[in-house]
């Protein structure tokens, strides 16, 4: 018992070593990365040349990497202990990541009206006009068949879901099954708001963005990518690495840009990893200055007179 007691005790200390020596690195690699930008940015200027695949193969492995993790711990747990003795600054910091949460959101919120404009259309070119197809001509005409953007309307559905995820937690719409919350006490609610964000808001981030990192590369070019190669793996595929952008529909004539997907679901991923420091922020900032500071500088969409919902019928 002594025994298996002292290896666990020596097992967390190392993993505690390992945690320190990750976020003390991290400030070496955030400096590195940003006074190197040639060494991983290199293939955004395509030229095919050897130094930019190399440089494409880093920003792959790096993007779910262990030290981009620990780049943004540290930084968001920097922004954490500055706002421990600034809560002005804190706060400064909640408005902008809720900003951007609610910016987003509001933008990507007209890919509904576009969905809803693009169906009306179809549907008058195939029962009415009985056309196989749409063309639009701005100089260089552009066509595709009707089941292109028939199928099509799935993005535009995407970036609704996707891109208005944090807005809408921002706006307090998502639905919540309640079973303590709502009959504890304002400190308590604080706590467990806390405790959430760090406990499963943040590692769920996290891990599916380890996934869907490599999910989405896979899409993009090849070699295949796997979430589990290695630097030294991938710099061997970057010898022959091209790109190779998946445009294979589900259907002969479908919609043929389904990497478009996996672009969100990063997009979205990243967007939760960031409003799970921003919940957090706030949560403490509430615990701390009372419940008279709850919503506090809460940009929150108001109904105007004449929007409210038709809830029920009078007879």
Known sequence: MEETGATGIGALGEGALWVVQNIAGAFYNLGYAVTHPS???????????????????????????????????????????????????????????????????RFAAWAGLAMVLIQVIIVFMQRIFTRPDIVFGFGVPLQFDISWYAEGLKLTNAM????????????????????????????????????GSMIFMLPMAVLIWMYTWAFMWRSLIVPPINATDQLQRLELKARAVRWNVETIGFSPNGFTGYFLFKILMVLMI??????????????????????????KYLDKDVLEQGEEPYDHAEF
Not at 55 to 74: H, P, Q, R
């Open 160 to 195: 609704v879901v996707a891109l208005c995820l944090t807005y809408t937690f921002v706006q307090g719409g998502h639905v919540r099954v309640d079973l303590v919350y709502s009959a504890v006490s304002h400190r308590t609610k604080k706590i467990i708001d806390m405790v």
């Open 39 to 105: 060494s991983w940015l290199d293939w955004i200027t395509w030229d095919n040349t050897a130094e930019d695949k190399l440089s494409l193969m880093k920003t792959v492995f790096y993007g779910a990497s262990v030290e981009f993790f620990f780049v943004c711990f540290t930084c968001f747990a920097g922004l954490f202990v500055v706002g421990l003795w600034k809560t002005n600054f804190l706060w400064g910091v909640v408005r902008v990541l809720e900003g951007l949460a609610n910016t987003v959101g």
């Open 270 to 295: 990243g967007m939760i990893f960031i409003h799970a420091w921003a919940f957090f922020y706030r949560s403490y900032l509430e615990l701390r200055e009372g419940p008279e500071s709850e919503g």
